[in-house]
T-cell receptor, first 114, second 114 residues
């Protein structure tokens, strides 16, 4: 069974640009969560989607948005990029809406904002 | 609020040494507790979990016991190997708006030398 796939693996953007990251969950998984990982802040929860609906949202500004498609694939968009948005963005999938069952993580997209 | 505090790294050990990584938490209610591991260049993987007080999670020689009285979930291994070098994240699962979400600690980097 294929794991969680995130594309692209690396991305370099400049301030003010926007970016879209993609995540394909494990086949059959309907929940997709997004996390931002930085050396200073650790892992911060962005949002979770289940059956194309946002179920949970972390404390990030409106520049961060996401969506989920009918095939459970998810995209995350960041508009008007700032230097502080440089981070590893991780996507995780699970069978149901994020529960006490395990999350399966992708390898992440490393975003650098110059 | 809900939070997880881990000991700061890096933790540097020689092969076959005993490992302890401290984790304490603050949470309302009765959370489930997890340890995730991140190997270089990869996403996070669930290492072990415990869902109620006094439960012991174990996997690959690692153990952690859910201590409600001290709000702790310390990770231990009796004899580490070079292949255990990774970043370890303690996490708890809390209910938010009727759904659960994971809150992670900052992570502790472990480096094991031959």
């Amino acid at each position: 069974k294929a794991g969680v796939t995130q594309t692209p693996r690396y991305l370099i953007k400049t301030r003010g640009q926007q970016v879209t990251l993609s995540c394909s969950p494990i086949s059959g998984h309907r929940s997709v969560s997004w996390y931002q990982q930085t050396p200073g802040q650790g892992l911060q929860f962005l949002f979770e989607y289940f059956s194309e609906t946002q179920r949970n949202k972390g404390n990030f500004p409106g520049r961060f948005s996401g969506r989920q498609f009918s095939n459970s694939r998810s995209e995350m968009n960041v508009s008007t990029l700032e230097l502080g948005d440089s981070a590893l963005y991780l996507c995780a999938s699970s069978l149901a809406a994020q529960t006490n069952e395990k999350l399966f993580f992708g390898s992440g997209t490393q975003l650098s904002v110059l | 609020g809900n939070s997880v505090t881990q000991m700061e790294g890096p933790v540097t050990l020689s092969e076959e040494a005993f490992l302890t990584i401290n984790c304490t938490y603050t949470a309302t209610g009765y959370p489930s507790l997890f340890w995730y591991v991140q190997y270089p260049g990869e996403g996070l993987q669930l290492l072990l979990k415990a869902t109620k007080a006094d439960d012991k999670g174990s996997n690959k020689g690692f153990e952690a016991t859910y201590r409600k009285e001290t709000t702790s979930f310390h990770l231990e291994k009796g004899s580490v190997q070079v292949s255990d070098s990774a970043v370890y994240f303690c996490a708890l699962s809390v209910s938010s708006g009727g759904y659960n979400k994971l809150i992670f600690g900052a992570g502790t980097r472990l480096a094991v030398h031959p």
